[in-house]
């Protein structure tokens, strides 16, 4: 069975910090791209970051650059973000997804890109950043 999981979202005041885990099974996670992606609701899901397992290339959205930091525990078949210095802005429901496409070339190169080139989804948890 396929499954991507995500966890570890919460309630945090601004400034403070989260740490997001999306575990994978029932697939092979090396051959995979992971994105982390956010929403609110009215709203299109945004792309946040990414982690190419092909190449370990990292890709950040110009709003979280130098506050959020994405890592992979092989071992695990998990990702993690890592998210400092947390803003109300930051307040959405985050996904994990893992892409095909998106491995092949890198997420150096192709970013977060669609959402349409990510295979699996896992159901997301809520992070709250109250001001």
């Known amino acids: 069975e396929v499954q991507l999981q995500a966890s570890g979202g919460g309630l945090v005041q601004a400034g403070g910090s989260l740490r997001l885990s999306c575990a994978a099974s029932?697939?092979?996670?090396?051959?995979?791209?992971i994105g982390w992606f956010r929403q609110v609701p009215g709203r299109e899901r945004e792309g946040v970051s990414c982690?190419?397992?092909?190449?370990?290339?990292?890709y950040y959205a110009d709003s979280v650059k130098g506050r959020f930091s994405i890592s992979s525990d092989y071992a695990k078949n998990t990702v993690y973000l890592q998210m400092n210095n947390l803003k109300p802005e930051d307040t959405a429901v985050y996904y994990c997804a893992a892409s095909r496409a998106v491995n092949y070339h890198g997420c150096g190169v192709s970013g977060t890109s669609g959402m349409k080139w990510y295979n699996y989804w896992g159901q997301g948890t809520l992070v709250t950043v109250s001001s």
């Open positions: 029932g697939f092979t996670f090396d051959d995979y791209a």
């Open positions: 982690f190419s397992t092909s190449d370990g290339t990292t």
